[in-house]
């Protein structure tokens, strides 16, 4: 069935690395892909998304990959700091009998050590 | 969590109690939806409703129900037939119909004891 597969589960880096996290999805009719941010006792926020048209999108320090013949896509976060930990989940969308909806991976926890 | 709310934030149930989570959009959304988050699992689609009086089961909507009589409002509501309903639960919101951004709401931790 539809299925979106996120790595790593954890994912420490020291404060001003770089952190990648990486999502795979199997319905190669996938068109758009969000990434959320959830800290803690809170709801996911929206950060960037792309559409299958393009392949790359940034937003200052953040930017997404796309490559639809693999079907993965990445989230890229330079120069982290401290607020950036947080849980991050990419979704993609999948065709079921009433439209669009979105399928999500089960999350990554990102540590930023000051 | 931009113009979506939910009420109450920490809920505690006896089991065997039904109980109902709040949801409430002002930013005049066609679209909105429940899912339930787990920890160490991405989000799972309970229900779905693209306009009003009208909804769909998502992917674990069993023991739960749902009702869409306003634009603004969709209100769940988790029944005793639910095995496992100790969860974090989530609505969210989108102009349109899934391929669309969707907003989350803050969330609703509901413990069954």
């Known amino acids: 069935g539809e299925n979106v597969e996120q790595h790593p589960s954890t994912l420490s880096v020291q404060e001003g690395d770089s952190a990648v996290i990486k999502c795979t999805y199997s319905?190669?009719?996938?068109?758009?892909f969000p990434w959320y941010k959830q800290e803690l006792g809170k709801g996911p926020q929206l950060i960037i998304d792309i559409r299958s048209n393009v392949g790359e999108k940034k937003d200052q320090r953040i930017a997404v990959t796309l490559n639809k013949t693999a079907k993965h896509f990445s989230l890229h976060i330079t120069e982290t700091q401290p607020e950036d930990s947080a849980v991050y989940f990419c979704?993609?969308?999948?065709?079921?009998?009433?439209?669009?909806?979105?399928?999500f991976g089960a999350g990554t926890i990102l540590r930023v050590k000051s | 969590d931009g113009g979506i709310t939910q009420s109450p934030k920490y809920l505690f149930r006896k089991e065997g109690q039904n109980v109902t989570l709040s949801c409430e959009q002002n930013l005049n959304h066609d679209a909105m939806y429940w899912y339930r988050q787990d920890p160490g699992q991405g989000l799972r689609l309970i229900y779905y409703?693209?306009?009003?009086?009208?909804?769909q089961k998502g992917d674990i909507a069993e023991g739960y129900s749902v009702s869409r009589e306003k634009k603004e409002s969709f209100p769940l509501t988790v029944t005793s037939a639910q095995k496992n309903p100790t969860a974090f639960y989530l609505c969210?919101?989108?102009?349109?119909?899934?391929?669309?951004?969707?907003?989350f709401g803050p969330g609703t931790r509901l413990t069954v004891t």
């Open positions: 979704a993609a969308s999948i065709w079921w009998e009433y439209g669009n909806k979105l399928v």
């Open positions: 969210a919101s989108s102009t349109g119909q899934g391929a669309y951004e969707q907003y």
């Open positions: 319905d190669s009719a996938s068109n758009y």
């Open positions: 409703s693209q306009i009003v009086n009208d909804f």
